[in-house]
């Protein structure tokens, strides 16, 4: 079998078309990919935004009565995938914020001793009084969360629009 045989139809039906316009597989998979990532980075920008701090409820965290001073209790905020730590340092003060470390998202400990929040990652350390950096590679403080009493409970509220 020829060459003139297998394409034959492009002699008997010739179409005038620059070569410009062809596109290869490796286009078109790029052009795809990009495409799905925009997609991608769109949606995951309009779940940021609806479930921001700004647009949660505040919820009760505990009563005040089951947290001794110096101790800590773990909770989610504003979503079920945002770990946060709420800590008693006083008889009437508590402090909350985002378990997340702001260097690699590791967990961060309360170390009583200390006074201080730890990620033991890569030696992260955080002022529990203001969560500033103390310590280690952390770029920024730790997201803080207000905290109300509310007869007896303590509540974590969302954050204030700047």
């Not at 008997?12 to 070569?19: K, L």
């Not at 209790?73 to 508590?94: G, H, K, M, S, W």
């Not at 309360?110 to 992260?124: A, T």
Request: proline share 10%; with cysteine; hydrophobic share 35%.
């Amino acid at each position: 079998m020829s060459n003139i045989d297998t394409y034959g139809w492009k002699v008997q039906y010739p179409i005038r078309s620059s070569e410009e316009q062809d596109v290869c597989r490796r286009q078109f998979v790029k052009a795809g990919c990009a495409c799905a990532a925009a997609v991608g980075a769109g949606l995951i920008g309009v779940e940021r935004l609806l479930n921001s701090p700004e647009s949660a409820e505040p919820v009760q965290v505990a009563l005040a009565s089951e947290i001794a001073v110096g101790d800590y209790r773990l909770f989610r905020y504003p979503t079920e995938n945002d770990p946060c730590i709420l800590v008693r340092l006083a008889d009437d003060q508590f402090v909350a914020y985002s378990q997340s470390c702001t260097h690699l998202s590791c967990p961060v400990h309360y170390e009583p001793e200390r006074r201080q929040l730890y990620c033991p990652c890569h030696e992260g350390y955080f002022s529990v009084e203001d969560g500033s950096v103390l310590g280690g590679p952390p770029p920024r403080p730790l997201p803080r969360y207000p905290v109300e009493l509310r007869d007896g409970a303590v509540w974590v509220l969302p954050v204030p629009a700047a």
